[in-house]
């Protein structure tokens, strides 16, 4: 399973941006994906994740009301729109895929990786 994000880049405070990741897998062999991101001298932290069969959703507390996440059941594409944003949402940004059931809010949820996307938001 190979998963590839994209839609990072640097953007101004307070501006939108619209990260993607595609996975290459069977759509049976999906549990839930989410997005997970790491600053510089910081540990990864998870940002939202989705069950793929009934999209339920989860975000961290952080990205309430600023970021949102959805699929694309058909071909199995997480996208994350984000808004509002902050310098502090600085960080690679890297997409995961379970295929297991679990919480989908802890990086030892997860089976595969994306290789990670740049998000820098300016003052």
């Known amino acids: 399973v190979q998963l590839q994000a994209s839609g990072g880049g640097s953007v101004h405070a307070g501006g939108p941006l619209k990260l993607s990741c595609a996975a290459s897998a069977r759509i049976s062999t999906v549990y839930g994906m989410g997005w997970f991101r790491q600053a510089p001298g910081k540990d990864r932290e998870f940002v939202a994740a989705i069950h793929w069969s009934g999209a339920t959703t989860y975000y961290a507390d952080f990205a309430k009301g600023r970021f949102i996440i959805s699929r694309d059941n058909a071909k199995i594409i997480v996208y994350l729109q984000m808004s509002s944003l902050k310098p502090e949402d600085t960080a690679v940004y890297y997409c995961?895929?379970?295929?297991?059931?679990?919480?989908?809010?802890?990086?030892?949820?997860?089976?595969?990786w994306g290789q990670g996307t740049l998000v820098t938001v300016s003052s």
């Open positions: 995961g895929m379970s295929s297991r059931g679990s919480l989908l809010s802890s990086a030892n949820d997860y089976d595969y």
